[in-house]
DNA sequence: TTTTATTTGCGTATTTCTTACGCATTGCAC
DNA sequence: GTGCAATGCGTAAGAAATACGCAAATAAAA
């Protein structure tokens, strides 16, 4: 590679993570506000541009951190957004992460410097987003979809406990689809991946539900 | 993104591209061998550095075509490589791609300009390669494996018709595992994914077989 | 207070998919 | 010819997915 050539020259690296989370069975999006230039005042994935010496994931981390106050997600790279016109001042490769993450087990949402404002969105109302960002947000859906059954990417989701009744709702949010109650739990006992805690939960208007650890 | 800041400066983009194919049943990888710095006289994948103005995928056809002669594969995207010192003179981001193609559909491997060489190499005998390329092999085989049953990728493989025997052949290699001949057929057969062509085809030595089209 | 509707949780029957394996036929090697 | 491996069809047992009945808990409506 000849670094001369004003071919090579000009190229950065953004990384963007799409973190969902759920809500009363809606599934939720992490945006922030952008303050600077370019899409100055609108809404967009947490992420940023890749230092030279750093590794991406830690630029992940990195970003999401400064914009948000999110510390140490355990993200997965979804796609690669390789058109080189989908950055307006010059050519960004984009790197899509993905994670779903207990939203009650993260403090607060810290608004920094760098971010005019940061909160959750509806999946199904989400405003137009700076850069390709809604195609990014569409297609991590689309592999959350693909990968909610065989597991690992819904681990974090719920790290005190949860009830077979929750964890329902959420995948019926994500499939789109109404699944059998009886049969999701008769799935999810012999798929071996839950743990008997021998404590139950109480929620306004339900029966009272075990609750269950992730494995 | 403050373009003046030096943290954001000399950062490159390589794509490459694992290039499977089968071979009597034995799983080849395409490699070329380099003729510049760095890594001279070394085998590696073929790739090579995006241009600015330039999309990833056509990248990878583009380096494709000049290392090699091979032209318009339809590859994915398998995983990202982000470690900021996998390239020695500066920050080069790897995109990994993977495909598998039929040898025969290729009328022959050019050595360009810019290889000394390129050849097919048993996957159990690949030679220590360029970068991290040794890596990349690997990740795109565990890849495939999991890739294989689910279609698409192997689509490519046999444009002129298969006949069963043939794709056991390659099921048995990527997997690793000899699968019963009676019970794959049965599989096969059930998945609507081969449609007759009532054509037969005879190889020496063995019983003649039909052939089939994949959709 | 009684009734009604909803939710959790367990059970059972049916169907579909996977796995194991028997066997006739073809074709090469000897 | 005999022996052996490959193709291709079939059947049976086992495992997994699906459909649905029903009892107990609970809250809200009558």
């Not at 370019?38 to 400064?66: C, H, I, K, S």
């Not at 969105?121 to 947000?137: G, K, R, S, W």
């Amino acid at each position: 590679m000849d670094l001369s050539n004003p071919l090579y020259k000009n190229q950065g690296i953004h990384v963007n993570i799409v973190l969902f989370t759920v809500n009363n069975g809606e599934i939720d999006v992490l945006l922030v506000k952008r303050n600077n230039q370019p899409f100055v005042g609108q809404w967009a994935l947490p992420g940023g541009a890749v230092y030279n010496n750093e590794d991406t994931n830690d630029a992940m981390n990195r970003e999401l951190f400064e914009k948000t106050g999110i510390k140490n997600i355990d993200a997965k790279v979804f796609s690669v957004f390789g058109n080189p016109n989908r950055a307006p001042q010059m050519r960004m490769l984009g790197i899509g992460y993905i994670a779903v993450i207990d939203k009650s087990a993260i403090s607060f949402i810290r608004k920094s410097q760098k971010t005019d404002d940061a909160d959750w969105f509806n999946i199904d109302e989400i405003p137009q987003l700076a850069y390709d960002h809604n195609e990014m947000v569409s297609k991590a859906l689309e592999y959350l979809k693909q990968q909610v059954w065989q597991g690992g990417i819904l681990k974090t989701l719920f790290p005190n406990g949860v009830t077979i009744p929750e964890l329902y709702e959420v995948y019926s949010k994500i499939l789109g689809q109404n699944l059998d109650r009886r049969n999701f739990r008769k799935k999810l006992l012999n798929d071996n991946i839950l743990q008997d805690t021998e404590q139950v939960v109480k929620y306004k208007g339900k029966k009272s539900s075990k609750i269950y650890k992730i494995i």
